[in-house]
């Protein structure tokens, strides 16, 4: 195991119980994990390992949002339907789109 998972892996021994935990954990040692697996061990990994608690993570711009495990409302829906009225589109949050993607000098 690399010296830099081992700090990694004992962080993620305290973390409280979730999905994703334990699949990130076998990830670290080496062991593969499928498409939907690796979705979940992301998540976790990407939520501090719940640390703060098993909540939607509610960055619908996130591509694995609609797969995110704590994630609220219907499964079915496509986030990225909304990402026009969300925060990446003038909304609370990150400001408009050009603010975040300025056209190039020409």
């Given amino acids: 195991m690399k010296a830099d998972l081992t700090g990694r892996i004992a ?6 119980t979730s999905r994703g935990k334990s699949l ?3 990830y670290w040692q080496g ?3 499928t498409r939907g697996t690796a979705i ?3 998540c976790c990994e990407c939520m501090g390992y719940y640390r ?3 909540v939607d993570c509610q960055i619908v711009a996130c591509p694995l949002y609609g797969f995110m495990p704590y994630r609220e409302g ?3 829906e496509c986030p990225a339907e909304n990402i026009a009225s969300n925060s990446l589109h003038g909304g609370p949050g990150l400001g ?3 603010e975040l993607d300025p056209p190039v000098p020409g």
Avoid at 11 to 16: D, K, W, Y
């Fill in 11 to 16: 962080f993620l021994a305290a973390a409280p």
């Fill in 24 to 26: 990130l954990g076998a």
């Fill in 31 to 33: 062991q593969p994990l």
């Fill in 40 to 42: 979940l061990a992301k």
């Fill in 52 to 54: 703060d608690g098993r």
């Fill in 74 to 76: 219907q499964r079915d």
């Fill in 96 to 98: 408009s789109a050009e």
